[in-house]
């Protein structure tokens, strides 16, 4: 069964960073897609960023060039660096991934695998 456990939440000022860490039970050739999504209290879980294994990156229009998602694939390990941090980026954030070709790769609804989450706090 695969498993997928993030890690490398906290708490942090506004403008600080953090790194987020998923650790998968395999080696992530075998996802065709893997994403960072984050979901706030009230709010609908939202796509971070993503990479699919040609190397193609997509991210959230809130982004804005502060995050960088990043893995090798003979690795286990997916990343999301996080800087600039803003307390709107206050959620948990969540690591999911798939085997399948997907169309659209920050819809939720895509992704087969996930994991529980680590939260992030940014105050300001």
């Known amino acids: 069964q695969d498993q997928l456990v993030e890690s490398g939440g906290g708490s942090v000022q506004a403008g600080g960073s953090l790194r987020l860490s998923c650790e998968a039970s395999k080696y992530l050739n075998v996802y065709y897609t893997m994403a960072w999504f984050r979901q706030a209290p009230g709010k609908e879980r939202e796509g971070v960023a993503a990479?699919?294994?040609?190397?193609?990156?997509s991210y959230g229009d809130f982004v804005k060039d502060r995050f960088t998602i990043s893995k090798v694939n003979t690795q286990k390990t997916l990343y999301l660096q996080m800087n600039s941090l803003k307390p709107e980026d206050s959620a948990m954030y969540y690591c999911a991934a798939t085997a399948r070709r997907v169309n659209s790769p920050l819809r939720m609804n895509e992704y087969t695998f996930w994991g529980r989450g680590t939260q992030v706090t940014v105050s300001s």
């Open positions: 990479i699919v294994n040609d190397g193609t990156i």
